[in-house]
């Protein structure tokens, strides 16, 4: 599986390679359920489910990560308080 690097890396377009990741993880373990497999298939298929898990956490850190960031740059541009000053 290759995964393209953007030079974008926007919540929108990280949680949308979060959600590709696990949608790619689920419809291979239940393959790996329905199929009937030789001995080293099935190695070769828990081998490629288990990337997927890894492709699929780096994806979801990758997702938060871009979160907080955006958090962050949102919080540091309110002013002072957090709030702005209401008028009665």
Request: charged residues 30%.
């Amino acid at each position: 599986m290759i995964i393209r690097r953007t030079r974008e890396a926007t919540p929108t377009v990280l949680g949308a390679r979060w959600t590709h990741a696990t949608d790619l993880l689920a419809r291979e373990a239940q393959l790996l359920g329905e199929r009937r497999l030789t001995a080293f298939q099935r190695r070769r298929a828990v081998r490629r489910i288990q990337s997927l898990e890894r492709v699929a956490r780096r994806a979801m850190y990758d997702y938060r990560a871009a979160l907080e960031r955006e958090l962050s740059a949102s919080l540091s541009s309110s002013p002072p308080g957090g709030r702005e000053h209401l008028v009665h």
